[in-house]
């Protein structure tokens, strides 16, 4: 693998990573990890990712991770060296069986054991739960799943996925690559509220909680637990810090990211939430969100020690996957989780709306507030 960074964030800066790692004879694909600063656009990109020789995939982030540090502009982009398959999935719908028939056509021949799939979404798409479920419907456990939301920090829906036919909205992009990998999950947020149910939903937006009014019910456990008021904060400043976990029927908690109300006192989170679902409001501190980070890096070393029985040191690259509301809450002590995670191998990552991962139970999951670590063989 062949990892390149451009700090510029440029067009010219692109159009020289594609050229340099296209040029390559063993290179067979690029993932491509852009900051939203950048300010790319179709028109200023396209003609290089019709271009370019290789299969592309991947997405333009709030911000992007290279080694130790977070960057707010610049790109990277990795040039793989063993077999893959990529497929884009354009104009995201409510629609399993029309999304499990791309997938399908794309895989249904292909040996799925021991592989890693990559999966990047509009993360303010509202149909992210419908390409989850029928990817696993398509494809089962038996791949390594990684990947996350892009889009802008601003919630405003443009296009943000990398494919071979240019930049995507309300799109996603799989690849399929014959590496082994070993991933980690983990989030650092306890429950600190007793449970409720969802009792109606549709989608990304939670209609009532307990048969009342969302935002009311949210409102008063978080007024309560924080000694704060919504009157006096932006919404999203005080819901930042006290996300729900939704518990499945693993015991495993699931992080939603209430981004927004509307008039009708629901809540819009980043990635749906199913109607009776048990849910608890959840709070971490720095110590926990980092111990977080902790357990995923040892959970990806643990796991790819075990796939491929090999030194985690032997790994060559670490690709993480942390949720761009984690770097709001931690602030500058982002710094530190980052710090956890270096590898001696290069690391690479992106700052997302949401995370795809499997989880202990191999069911493919889209987290929130949640750190993902791969690392590659």
């Known amino acids: 693998m062949k ?14 990573l594609l050229t340099t790692l296209c040029q390559e004879e063993n290179v067979t694909g690029v993932m491509i990890f852009a900051c939203e600063s950048n300010e790319f656009t179709p028109e200023k990109v396209d003609s290089l990712l019709l271009n370019c020789i290789k299969p592309l995939w991947g997405g333009v982030f709030p911000e992007i991770i290279y080694e130790a540090e977070k960057i707010s502009k610049g790109t990277l982009a990795a040039g793989f060296t063993c077999p893959l398959k990529t497929v ?12 499990r ?4 056509n794309a895989y249904e021949k292909e040996d799925l054991r021991e592989q890693t799939m990559f999966i990047f979404a509009d993360g303010l798409s509202g149909c992210i739960e419908t390409l989850r479920d029928s990817l696993f419907q398509s494809l089962g456990a038996m791949p390594n799943y990684i990947g996350g939301g892009a889009g802008s920090l601003q919630f405003i829906q443009r296009p943000c996925i990398f494919t071979s036919e240019g930049l995507k909205e309300n799109a996603a992009v799989l690849a399929l690559v014959r590496q082994k990998s070993g991933v980690g999950v983990a989030h650092g947020w306890e429950p600190i509220s007793e449970p409720h149910k969802i009792t109606a939903a549709e989608g990304n937006r939670i209609i009532s909680i307990d048969w009342q009014p969302a935002f009311e019910v949210y409102q008063e456990m978080v007024e309560s637990l924080s000694g704060n008021s919504f009157q006096e904060y932006d919404f999203f400043h005080l819901a930042k810090n006290y996300p729900l976990g939704i518990m499945n029927m693993n015991l495993e908690m699931i992080v939603r990211d209430p981004i927004a109300t ?11 939430v199913p109607v009776n679902a048990i849910i608890h409001v959840l709070r971490g501190d720095r110590e926990s969100l980092l111990q977080g980070a902790a357990a995923a ?18 790994a060559v690259a670490m690709l993480v996957i942390d949720c761009i509301s984690r770097v709001l809450y931690l602030n500058h002590d982002f710094e530190e989780e980052l710090k956890i995670v270096k590898t001696e191998a290069t690391v690479m990552g992106a700052l997302t709306l949401g995370e795809f991962a ?16 791969a690392l590659l063989q």
């Open 101 to 104: 028939q791309v997938i399908e």
């Open 88 to 99: 884009a999935i354009d104009d995201l719908k409510n629609d399993s069986a029309a999304i």
């Open 3 to 16: 990892i390149m960074f451009d700090r510029e964030g440029s067009v010219e800066g692109l159009n020289a």
């Open 358 to 373: 499997n989880l202990r139970s191999d069911n493919l999951a889209f987290h929130n507030k949640t750190i993902i670590t």
């Open 262 to 272: 509307n008039s009708e006192k629901d809540l819009i989170c980043v990635g749906d």
């Open 297 to 314: 890096r040892k959970n990806a070393e643990i796991n790819f020690e075990t796939v491929t029985g090999q030194q985690a040191e032997t």
